[in-house]
């Protein structure tokens, strides 16, 4: 697939949001309701994960539906290969880490949750079994749980529209479960907003636009390029959360501008934003984003917690944040690169 100018840099963006979180920053934050729910809603690692899922669902959706077109078929063999490569060699050095801490009594040992969060079901885990270091792993299991189904239904569920009815029904499901949840007893024992439904969501809401942009009309594409519109869409969906009379939907919206900004990116590759946007640094990070989103989880947690001093050397500050960083660059130049020159034997569409 050609480079896409820009996304890399998105990805950066939705990576530091996370750091940025994790290392305690809402805690810094004025007390006032207004920006603690409404300005934080546009800055928090929450958001961060928004726009990978929708960058996600936007850019592997675009993949599967350009392999069907050109050879009539996907290889499912080949995809999931790919996403054994691109995914499995940082989280086994996570996990060995994680493994052994825990054994040694360095941080908490949960077997239960080790094994949720090995086999990708971290985001069922039960409260009792959750633990910092793991707990940013539920949406790697999301993620996983979403393309271990999609690719079969982009095969065989016949014609595009099927298909756009289809995600559109699991939206309404996502917003029913939003509302109906906290009130199930049962739900209760778990972080329940972190199922599939309603979690997946923003993923959904890339596959769409997807779906909306492939086997558009030449002409139809030139007319999305400059179109400022797309922009103000994005920008104003983006906001959501400042002037949205409930937070609890929140994702609908800035997901939708999220994948505006993306199809507008794409169409637009030429336009000063998208050149300021591939700048070296952010897209170095984007490229690294990876290694440092699996690796932050280890150093960072999710947060300091209540009394920071019980925190182990490497999970302290600075060397947390600095550690993330070392581990992800070198993990990304003497592990991923080398073990993504694999991926090629599984591409099919150069």
């Given at each position: 697939?050609?480079?896409?100018?820009?996304?890399?840099?998105?990805?950066?963006?939705?990576?530091?949001?996370?750091?940025?979180?994790?290392?305690?920053a809402f805690h810094y934050l004025p007390e006032n309701n207004f920006v603690r729910l409404r300005v934080w809603s546009l800055l928090s690692g929450t958001t961060g994960v928004m726009v990978f899922f929708t960058l996600s669902g936007f850019l592997i959706t675009r993949i599967l539906l350009i392999e069907l077109q050109r050879f009539q078929n996907l290889d499912f063999w080949k995809f999931y290969a790919r996403r054994f490569l691109r995914l499995l060699p940082p989280l086994l050095v996570f996990y060995t880490a994680v493994l052994v801490l825990m054994k040694t009594g360095s941080i908490t040992n949960s077997n239960a949750g080790f094994l949720f969060s090995f086999f990708y079901l971290y985001n069922f885990v039960p409260k009792q079994h959750y633990t910092g270091e793991l707990g940013h792993t539920w949406s790697l299991a999301l993620e996983e749980q979403y393309y271990l189904l999609w690719p079969f239904a982009i095969q065989f569920v016949k014609g595009q529209k099927k298909l756009i009815v289809l995600l559109l029904l699991f939206l309404l499901l996502?917003?029913?479960?939003?509302?109906?949840?906290?009130?199930?007893e049962f739900t209760h024992n778990f972080k329940s907003m972190r199922w599939f439904i309603p979690a997946a969501a923003p993923i959904i809401i890339g596959s769409l636009f997807a779906i909306l942009v492939h086997n558009k009309k030449r002409e139809d594409l030139v007319m999305m390029r400059n179109?400022?519109?797309?922009?103000?869409?994005?920008?104003?969906?983006?906001?959501?959360?400042?002037?949205?009379?409930?937070?609890?939907?929140?994702?609908i919206p800035q997901s939708t501008g999220v994948a505006l900004l993306f199809v507008w990116i794409l169409y637009n590759q030429e336009s000063t934003l998208v050149k300021i946007l591939d700048n070296k640094p952010l897209s170095y990070i984007g490229k690294i984003s990876y290694g440092l989103y699996v690796y932050q989880g280890l150093f960072l947690k999710t947060g300091p917690g209540p009394d920071p001093s019980q925190n182990i050397w490497i999970q302290s500050w600075p060397q947390n944040i600095i550690l993330t960083f070392v581990v992800a660059i070198l993990s990304y130049h003497l592990l991923e690169q080398p073990v993504l020159k694999l991926k090629k034997r599984f591409t099919r569409i150069a």
């Open positions: 697939m050609k480079y896409i100018k820009g996304f890399d840099t998105l990805r950066a963006v939705s990576v530091i949001l996370v750091l940025v979180t994790h290392l305690g996502s917003v029913t479960a939003v509302y109906a949840f906290p009130h199930w179109r400022n519109w797309l922009l103000a869409g994005a920008v104003i969906l983006f906001l959501a959360p400042l002037y949205s009379p409930d937070l609890r939907l929140n994702f």
